[in-house]
Nanobody, 122 residues
Framework: QVQLVESGGGLVQAGDSLRLSCAAS????????MGWFRQAPGKEREFVAR????????YYADSAKGRFTISRNNAKNTVYLQMNSLKAEETAVYYC???????????????WGQGTQVTVSS
């Protein structure tokens, strides 16, 4: 089992950057594909990015390509999401999640953090 704790959210202005972190417990962090999702009020949870077990391969939602970067440090049991040029419509709770396989839907992911709020003011 993996426990995940996100941090790094906050209130920023449109165009600003934020770096989210997700710390995982346990010794099996490197066994999991890690993903970031977000959920805005009244909307479904949506995929943002994922990274494979070694960190050598990443995949992004179209909305995140070119502005967001997912990375991981298996020695620190941590996955990151660097977000640049943030937009007001990206205000949401951001979640990290762990999966045993590749996927872009929430049901592919076994373990979830509690989320961190990102608010982007226009």
């Amino acid at each position: 089992q993996v426990q995940l704790v996100e941090s790094g959210g906050g209130l920023v202005q449109a165009g600003d950057s934020l770096r989210l972190s997700c710390a995982a417990s346990g010794r099996t962090f490197s066994f999991y594909v890690m993903g970031w999702f977000r959920q805005a009020p009244g909307k479904e949870r949506e995929f943002v990015a994922r990274i494979n077990r070694s960190g050598g391969s990443t995949y992004y939602a179209d909305s995140a390509k070119g502005r967001f970067t997912i990375s991981r440090n298996n020695a620190k049991n941590t996955v990151y999401l660097q977000m640049n040029s943030l937009k007001a419509e990206e205000t949401a709770v951001y979640y990290c999640a762990a999966s045993r396989g590749d996927g872009v839907v929430p049901s592919n992911y076994l373990y979830w953090g509690q989320g961190t709020q990102v608010t982007v003011s226009s």
